[in-house]
């Protein structure tokens, strides 16, 4: 008997998957665990594998193509057996789904008075895109009223209190209205726009939204007018991977990976997905075309006259910047951890002269980078092994004491700073915690970063040597019990063996929590860490 293969919900976040590659065609054999597909979900790139044994009957979503989590990916049966009464069953299911979907979506709280929404428009909400999100900034809109939307297009970049990040369209229609302008913040759950036919008048939507009393009966998707599906297949796709002009690139995850790999350009290729997405078989199959000379002194021709902004001396001026989420969200966090948190602060000079050493030896090996912060990252997970007691967090009812040692490394990006977890920092190696903070911090840098990489730190690290900063103190990153401040590697004259030599010395300080650390416990673990800087050799003891 036949068998229906759904598309798989391969992380907890995932909505919808895109076929990278089919490794099995129709016809083909399968046996249980045969990988059938490679699906690229909102994280990675998963190989899938079959659960049934048959004969590949029918594929359901091609090469490229997106599709949401159980919609019908392919069928499995006989040789032979008539599967079209599956597909329909699969359909209407589908079209039931959605209708239920819709249908349980809160999209405003109700009241008495309830205004309908026309049919085929859908309300977009202020998504909630992390688990602390509790209101968004539109940092720009990709469409504007009046523009097709197609299911899966990005409507916004949306900046959440921890990064900024694309947010798509899951219905298809005209955008007919836009609830938060550009640089407006909004809470969750509140009018972003206003997705439907053509034309369609939704003044009265827009008032219901306003006053809290959206009543959601509109039909489904799958029930608008199949002129209205006519039009948007005849409407030309415009083409979105514009080469200098800065214009925005649509590609999948894995497309951007492997022309990164190969050095291509991604402006270069034309996508054959939808909306013209760059896929997977783009960029294999790209091949570079030469480069027309002729153009480059045109551009030399005409030079950007610089301007310059001057004040006239003696007079006064004042801009307001309007804060980012993720400033706002610093100035919380760190109230709160200032405020309710009672800080104390112990420091240290630890001898760097044996930790310079072996860097040097360490580095003197091919493809091996080790920096000073990730000797001072492993000597604190293996210091904390020690001192339980600073691996903790502070309840009002308990003091949880964790088992883990997960290390948060704070990052300096342009809207503030993130600080990325480094996971089970005690069982890596000097180069594995170089490699996955050199990744993270990159991650962080260019907004790549997702809440996941940024939760469940049980320490953290705070550096600012690289500036030439001696000595500070920060604030504690709850739910952490303490936080270490590195300073910068001085070389001055030091007492060794009752002479007066030239040293390299580095001042530490640690931030605890009085509530868990006491002075003695967080001296302890200073003198600990201060033996494992000073003598590298014993981090491989």
Partial sequence: MATIVNMPRLSDTMEEGVVATWLKQVGDKIEEGDILAEIETDKATMEFESFHEGTLLYIGVQEGETAPVDS?????????????????????????????TQSEEPKAVASSSSAEIPAGVQVVTMPRLSDTMTEGTVASWLKNVGDTVEEG??????????????????????LLHIGINEGDSAPVDSLLAIIGPAGTDVAAVISAAKSGSISNTSETKAETPKQEEKVAETTPVVETTSTNN???????????????????NLSEVKGTGENGRI?????????????????????AS????????FAIAGEEGTEEVKNSQMRK???????????????????????MDN???????????PDTKVSFNDMVVKACAMALRKHPQVNTSWTDETTKYHKHIHVGVAVAVDEGLVVPVVKHTDALTLTQIGASVKDLAGKARNKKITPAEMQGSTFTVSNLGMFGIESFTSIINQPNSAI?????????????????VVGNTMKLTLACDHRTVDGAVGAQFLQTLKIYLENPVTMLA
């Fill in 302 to 309: 005409t030079p950007t006259p610089s301007v310059t902004n």
């Fill in 246 to 264: 800065g214009g925005r690139i649509f590609a999948s995850p894995l497309a951007k990976k492997i022309a990164k790999d190969k050095g291509i």
């Fill in 484 to 500: 270490l401040s590195v300073g910068a590697i001085v070389e001055k004259p030091v007492v060794k063996n009752g002479q007066i």
């Fill in 279 to 299: 896929v997977k078989k783009d960029v294999e199959n790209f091949t570079p075309t030469a480069k027309v000379a002729a153009s480059a002194p045109t551009k």
């Fill in 72 to 100: 019908l990916l392919a069928i499995i049966g006989e040789e032979g057996e008539d599967y079209q009464a599956l597909i329909n069953g699969a359909d209407s299911a589908t079209e039931t789904k959605v209708e239920e």
């Fill in 153 to 174: 297009d990005i409507l916004a970049e949306i900046e959440t209190d921890k990064a900024t990040m694309e947010f798509e369209s899951f219905y298809e229609g005209t």
């Fill in 355 to 365: 930790a310079m050493a072996s860097r040097k030896m360490i580095n003197a090996i």
């Fill in 329 to 351: 969200a610093i100035a919380k966090a760190l109230s709160n951890s200032k405020f309710s948190a009672p800080h104390f602060y112990l420091n240290i000079e630890v001898d």
